[in-house]
């Protein structure tokens, strides 16, 4: 069983920075591989970026590749989603999850249950 909580999103200027983290706790943590999920309203819920359970892979959608870069602590058990040069089109909630195989979080849209684990969610709002 995981825990995951998401900190980090708030209102900024397009063009602006902010950063996600992503604590995750419970058992077998460094197992999971651990991404970034994003849905606006009526919109599905989309792959941002995920990274492997040892941060050996990472994987970006082409929206965001160039402008967001994710990273993760291990010691910390945390994963932080530095993004850069926000867009109006970037505004959604953005959801931390968690799965064992890698391949599931590489999906360009999902549904809750495709995945084992799931935060609760931070707003990123981007307008001027």
């Known amino acids: 069983q995981l825990h995951l909580v998401e900190s980090g999103g708030g209102l900024v200027l397009p063009g602006g920075s902010l950063e996600l983290s992503c604590v995750a706790s419970?058992?077998?943590?460094?197992?999971?591989?651990i991404g970034w999920f994003r849905q606006a309203p009526g919109k599905e819920r989309e792959g941002v970026s995920c990274?492997?359970?040892?941060?050996?892979?990472?994987h970006y959608a082409d929206s965001v590749r160039g402008r967001f870069t994710i990273s993760r602590d291990i010691a910390k058990n945390t994963v932080t989603l530095h993004m850069n040069n926000l867009k109006p089109e970037d505004t959604a909630v953005y959801f931390c999850?968690?799965?064992?195989?890698?391949?599931?979080?590489?999906?360009?849209?999902?549904?809750?249950?495709?995945?084992?684990?799931w935060g609760q969610g931070t707003q990123v709002t981007v307008s001027s």
């Open positions: 999850a968690a799965d064992l195989w890698w391949s599931r979080l590489t999906v360009a849209t999902i549904t809750p249950d495709m995945v084992d684990y």
């Open positions: 990274i492997s359970n040892r941060a050996a892979t990472t």
């Open positions: 419970g058992v077998n943590v460094e197992s999971y591989a």
